[in-house]
């Protein structure tokens, strides 16, 4: 009886716990079929996003449009807030300013400096306008290298319209000769070479129009004597008058030291006394050199003793041009080192005596003083500026503290090198 009654229960049960599992049942299936659907959407999501339709896109441009306007206004409030910035000008701009104010006319003496000829050689008569030079020289070619690329015609002819246009005569106009030319080595292949340049830039110089062509004279090599080499400077020359038109060339003196020849003026008396054609040779004297040679500028009395020794051996009807350059060494040091005017062992007196000497009329005076490191043509301006100042002033100027200038400079350079090398 009573496990029949047990059985019922049980089955009792059974019958009320039925229901509960279907509905479980149908609960993990929507359970299932929402996991599906999740994934499905989840499917075509990416897909969206791998090729998104033409409305993606379109939000996506919109969203970038205005990304890019909310930065540009940021930028504008940032460039307003930005205080003004001082334009800083380049050596061109600066000059510009005062290219033709500086440049003086009815004049006598004819100051300038040594120019670069890059990006052609008609640039040069723009860097001579920006520091007011009244002439200038060049270098015809690269002047350490033995062979350089012909002259571009458009540039030729652009060099003889600026110098007529800016009133630049061919007699105030010294180009310089390479700094390998030897014409008076012993060596006649080697010498033949030097001569091949020293040809090349005499036609040159007549090709844009020019009158001198200043070169270093050459240096005795091996057991050549000074006499022999002289000799062979003045063939050279000699063959070139014949094979060139009209092109004078001019001798620069030089400091003294080796075996160079030229740093007396008998040496270069002597060259001038063997030459053929003698409308066709002249002299430039560089003050620097002049000084390491031993003749000295300084004063009154000895300035007019070295301009007579010039006449009594070479003559004023002879001088060319000038380099005026002040000397970072002593008088008689036998060392070509340039220094800026008024800053070296010469002083100001010397060119102001040099400034005033009517002898030293109608012919180039050029610069070739040390610049700054980044080659501002500016410090030339200043010292052309310097030189003409000089004319009329009879005063003698006295520069004591020249030593000292030179003693702090050396001392700055030895710093340098000091720690350059740290």
């Not at 079929?33 to 339709?53: F, G, L, M, Q, V």
């Amino acid at each position: 009886m009573l496990a029949l009654r047990r059985s019922e229960r049980l089955c009792e049960i059974r019958k009320v716990e039925s229901p509960s599992k279907d509905v479980e049942k149908e609960k993990r299936k929507k359970r299932k079929e929402e996991r599906e659907e999740t994934c499905s959407a989840n499917k075509k999501r990416k897909r969206k996003d791998i090729n998104p339709n033409k409305e993606d896109k379109k939000i996506k441009e919109d969203n970038t449009k205005t990304k890019k306007a909310a930065k540009s206004e940021d930028d504008e409030i940032k460039l307003e807030n930005k205080p003004e910035r001082v334009e800083k000008k380049s050596r061109k701009t600066k000059l510009t300013q005062e290219m033709f104010a500086k440049r003086l006319s009815n004049i006598t003496k004819y100051v300038g400096a040594h120019v670069s000829i890059s990006g052609g050689v008609q640039n040069a008569i723009t860097n001579s306008l920006f520091i007011g030079g009244n002439a200038f020289a060049i270098f015809l070619r690269n002047q350490r290298r033995w062979t350089a690329p012909p002259l571009d015609p458009k540039n030729i002819e652009a060099f003889r319209e600026n110098c007529l246009q800016h009133n630049y005569a061919s007699k105030f106009i010294l180009p310089h000769g390479s700094y390998l030319i030897n014409l008076g080595n012993p060596d006649q292949e080697k010498r033949e070479k030097s001569y091949q340049a020293f040809l090349e830039d005499l036609r040159r110089c007549e090709l844009l129009g020019l009158t001198l062509y200043n070169f270093h004279p050459g240096s005795t090599v091996g057991n050549c004597t000074k006499e022999q080499s002289i000799q062979h400077i003045a063939n050279c020359i000699n063959r070139a008058h014949k094979e060139t038109s009209n092109v004078t060339c001019v001798i620069e003196n030089m400091a003294g030291s080796g075996n160079i020849v030229g740093s007396r003026f008998e040496e270069l008396a002597d060259i001038i006394s063997r030459i053929d054609d003698k409308n066709r040779i002249g002299v430039c004297i560089d003050t620097c050199h002049a000084f390491a040679a031993g003749y000295d500028l300084r004063t009154d009395q000895a300035y007019e003793e070295t301009m007579k020794e010039f006449s009594r051996h070479i003559g004023f009807q002879y001088l060319r041009g000038m380099h005026l350059n002040d000397s970072e060494t002593e008088l008689g040091s036998l060392r070509d080192r340039h220094a800026n005017i008024g800053k070296g062992y010469l002083g100001l007196e010397a060119f102001r005596l040099i400034m005033n000497d009517d002898r030293l009329n109608g012919i180039p005076l050029v610069l070739e003083t040390p610049i700054g490191p980044d080659d501002e043509l500016s410090d030339y301006h200043r010292e052309i500026e310097l030189l003409y100042g000089l004319i009329g002033r009879k005063s003698p100027i006295t520069t004591n503290c020249v030593k000292a200038h030179i003693t702090e400079k050396n001392k700055e350079k030895r710093k340098s090198k000091n720690q350059s090398k740290r």
